[in-house]
Structure formats: structure tokens, C-alpha cells
């Protein structure tokens, strides 16, 4: 029996000129927020795929967009919770969403895995492996093909303390951020594992990669 977990689907809204600045300069601004808007839908569609299993409970953490606004997008999306991401680094916005989630938590202290939406090779199977490999170990990462992660999960025991060395002294965007993560952990005892490797689009580079 896997624990159910809480997936946060880190989202940016498509907006013109607004996501997807690296991409849009290869294919332009309308093209790249149409596939910043449909990973989205892709991402969000596959989790509610397991949410309606009774696997997980999906919230959003929205940036691009005020408090009305997200509200309207993510009854559009059909996700029933959701947040502001906030001011700050990925890191910041991460930690923030770990705290808000343990402060409203009436029960214990839950697995929470975090996610973006640059994955058109996401499945419903990336988060089932994470589920079961989180019966057996603190932390699961997603490595992506340009040195970050596409994907980190936390156990319900690591969660148990005050949480920030994940996101600590990290140069977002640089080809070494899974590699500073692992780094700024090691001084604690947990055990960690890892998924496959996924590319995340940034660039049509990468998009060519896939093909």
C-alpha cells in the first residue's frame, strides 16, 4: 500500500512574453506560451490521473498570476487547491510551500513531492515509482539533462524538521544544482534515490533532443 502523498505542480501562467523566455527566442513568443500551456495541461492531466486512484492530492503553486486570477485558472485546470508561489528563488518558493503545508496540516506531517510542468515525457508511472521509492528513502530526485532536477520528493520524516538545506547556498539555473543538492544534504543521515533522467525544455535544443 503506498502512503498517499501531496504532488505541488510548480506552474507559471502562459503568459505573451512572460514564460518560456529562452524558447520564445527560438520560436517566438505566441508558440512558446502555446507549449508552456499545453505541458501544463499534459502535467496536470497525469496527476489527476492518480489523484482520482486516491494516491495523491494535487495543489498548485501559481506565479504570473494574482489571487482571483489563480483561482480562476485552477478551476479551469480542475485542481481545487492552490497557492501563490511567492517572491524569491525556486528555493524560497519550494521551502514556502513545505511550510504552508505543514502549518495547515490537521494530520500528521505527509510525503510532499514537487514538480514543474517542462516534462512532455512525464507519465503517471514517474510518480508512482516516486511513491514506492519513498517507502525506503527520505529524499527521490529526478535528474534533468541540464544539471538541475525535474522532480524532488521528500519523506514525512524528513519533512518532520525544520527543512532548508535542499535550497541553501543553490545558484539556480546552473548545470550543478543537483549536484549542490546533494552536497548541501550530506551532512545528514538519510538515504536518497534517484529517477530517471528527463530533459526539461528550455530551449528548441531541447526539444530536438527529443526527436
Not at 38 to 47: D, E, I, N, Q, W
Not at 81 to 103: D, P, S, T, V, Y
Not at 140 to 154: M, T
Request: net charge positive; proline share 1%; charged share 30%.
Amino acid at each position: 500500500m503506498l502512503d498517499k502523498a501531496l504532488l505541488i505542480v510548480m506552474a507559471k501562467w502562459h503568459a505573451y512574453g512572460r514564460c518560456k523566455n529562452r524558447l520564445s527566442k527560438d520560436i517566438g513568443k505566441i508558440s512558446s506560451a502555446k507549449v508552456q500551456k499545453k505541458m501544463t495541461g499534459h502535467t496536470v492531466s497525469v496527476a489527476k490521473f492518480l489523484e482520482n486512484k486516491g494516491l495523491i492530492d494535487i495543489s498548485l503553486a501559481i506565479s504570473g498570476l494574482g489571487l482571483k486570477n489563480s483561482k480562476r485558472w485552477s478551476n479551469e485546470l480542475g485542481i481545487k487547491n492552490f497557492k501563490l508561489q511567492g517572491r524569491g528563488c525556486l528555493g524560497e518558493k519550494m521551502r514556502r510551500q513545505i511550510l504552508i503545508e505543514k502549518k495547515n496540516s490537521l494530520k500528521k506531517t505527509r510525503n510532499i513531492i514537487f514538480i514543474g510542468t517542462d516534462l512532455p515525457d512525464f507519465c503517471h508511472m514517474d510518480l508512482l515509482n516516486t511513491l514506492s521509492k519513498l517507502k525506503k528513502n527520505d529524499l527521490i530526485l529526478g535528474p534533468s539533462n541540464d544539471g538541475g532536477y525535474w522532480l524532488i520528493a521528500f519523506s514525512e520524516r524528513l519533512l518532520s524538521a525544520d527543512l532548508y538545506l535542499p535550497f541553501i547556498n543553490i545558484k539556480w539555473g546552473r548545470e550543478d544544482v543537483l549536484e549542490q543538492t546533494i552536497k548541501n544534504l550530506s551532512s545528514i543521515d538519510l538515504k536518497y534515490d534517484f529517477l530517471h533522467r528527463k530533459i526539461d525544455i528550455d530551449t528548441i535544443i531541447d526539444i530536438e533532443k527529443r526527436e
